[in-house]
């Protein structure tokens, strides 16, 4: 810990990750953050940067927009209602006000403009159909969710280009950020924040040195930007949101979308646990929560991203439990976002949580790592009992593919986030039989999950080319 007579740790140099527990943890709407939010908020930044150019420009001059999706964007955006974010990112939404908007209605009413109106009274030509391009050649050679923005002339030439890559969990880079930052992450210096951990390694020394948990260490770091009212205020509306995401999810019923016909189970799965109580188990009832968590992500709601959309039912089927069957508290959910947000933002550092860079891996295997942690963390788990519980649970989803059946998040991700949950819960009740002393470190839990991912096939990492994807025949 720099500034108190520390060393820095391997990894960081100067400099450190540091992301916030409230960037990690990010409201918006489903199915996917890395192919809806992260396209959404692309969309919105063109916009404005469009906005500005065309202050430079008579007014009289026609213009046109056209976005071009890239790799795996390209491959499952139809599923994962890519163009549907795009067309409401271009029109000045951005995911986080979507919650209490009926998205489908305001979705069928965009898609029939033919511009969009930039600045003050300047139309300029855009239309869903033909100006949104899913090109299934190579993807771009920097990250796999690339997406290609351009404002065009009369002659169709472009006078501003504008590409972006959303990297997971809604992060987004431009090309000169990935090509000059680590992960691909913005670095910042140490002398910033007292406990600048960049590694699980780092995490352990500073938590034995400083006498902290690493829940407390996190929260340190946190109350550099922002006061201790602010932070709990933003903790317990991530939690609140989780909630009303499970509580929504239990009480829905119906179809998907998407042509998969699949039937949302949560709600009569939760029935028949109230029903006969002494035939529930542990197992059945995160699998409820967790199916109505991701089950409302499936369907385009309101969600957390915890680390991404895809994993958005793990983290809120442990808490929920936590909560409702063993009297966790609010300063209970709280330690747990932090602790959670520690190891998410170690994972993301040394790896990545992209299923489109590592398959599913990275996505509910980090989410189960991290609801481990917090699990472990709020029944009295030590610092090293944490990062064993973490380091579990991420082991035993190691090779996960993304394969989602017809691009969407349903099948298999649904109930990935179910048995991702009852993972948690096993590592973390392990870790705590333990006293934290284990053969295998999570850094090289994670260094194995990176090198996995590098070595995957591009077929079963959200391309939908291999695995379940191809492997069903519809009845």
Not at 60 to 87: E, F, N
Request: hydrophobic residues 40%; negative net charge.
């Amino acid at each position: 810990m720099v500034g108190k007579g520390v060393t820095p740790h391997e990894g960081g140099g100067q400099y450190l990750m540091f992301i916030s527990v409230r960037d990690l943890f990010k409201i918006g709407m489903g199915p996917s953050s890395s192919h809806t939010m992260g396209p959404m908020v692309a969309a919105k930044l063109f916009r404005a940067q469009v906005e500005k150019f065309v202050k430079k420009l008579a007014a009289d001059v026609p213009l046109h927009i056209r976005c071009t999706l890239k790799g795996s964007l390209a491959y499952t955006g139809k599923g994962h209602a890519t163009d549907k974010a795009v067309v409401l990112g271009l029109h000045g939404f951005s995911p986080g006000t979507m919650g209490e908007s009926d998205v489908t209605a305001l979705i069928q009413d965009l898609w029939q403009h033919d511009n969009l109106e930039i600045g003050i009274a300047r139309k300029i030509a855009f239309s869903p159909d033909t100006d949104i391009i899913f090109d299934l050649g190579p993807a771009l050679t920097e990250h796999p969710n690339g997406m290609i923005f351009e404002l065009l002339d009369t002659k169709g030439s472009s006078i501003l280009s504008q590409t972006y890559f959303s990297i997971g969990g809604g992060f987004l880079n431009t090309p000169e950020e990935i090509a000059t930052l680590k992960a691909p992450l913005k670095m910042t210096s140490v002398s910033r924040y007292p406990y600048p951990f960049n590694s699980a390694r780092s995490m352990l020394e500073m938590a034995e040195e400083s006498g902290l948990s690493i829940a407390e260490m996190k929260r340190t770091n946190e109350l550099v930007d922002i006061s201790a009212a602010a932070l709990n205020s933003e903790l317990d509306t991530i939690w609140h949101t989780m909630l009303t995401c499970i509580t929504r999810g239990l009480a829905a019923e119906g179809i998907l979308s998407g042509g998969l016909n699949l039937e949302r189970r949560a709600k009569k799965l939760h029935i028949q646990l109230q029903k006969t109580p002494n035939k529930a188990n542990l197992n059945s009832w995160l699998c409820a929560y967790a199916l109505a968590a991701s089950e409302e992500n499936a369907a385009g709601h309101m969600v957390v991203t915890a680390p991404t959309n895809g994993a958005a039912g793990v983290i809120p089927a442990v808490l929920y439990y936590a909560i409702t069957h063993e009297g966790a508290t609010r300063e209970h959910v709280r330690d747990f976002l932090l602790t959670a947000g520690a190891i998410g933002g170690i994972i993301k550092h040394r790896s990545s949580i992209s299923g489109a860079e590592v398959g599913c891996q990275g996505e509910v295997g980090s989410a189960s790592s991290m609801a481990a942690a917090g699990l472990c963390a709020i029944n009295g788990g030590t610092p090293a009992q944490v990062e064993h519980a973490a380091e579990m649970a991420l082991e035993h989803h190691l090779g996960m593919t993304c394969d989602p059946v017809a691009g969407l998040v349903q099948i298999p991700c649904i109930e990935r986030n179910g048995f991702g949950a009852v993972k948690a819960y096993t590592a973390a009740t392990l870790a705590l039989l333990a006293e934290g002393r284990h053969f295998m470190p999570l850094d090289s839990c994670i260094a194995a999950m990176k090198q996995t991912g590098l070595e995957m096939s591009e077929k079963y990492k959200e391309t939908s080319l291999g695995g379940l994807a191809i492997s069903y025949t519809e009845c």
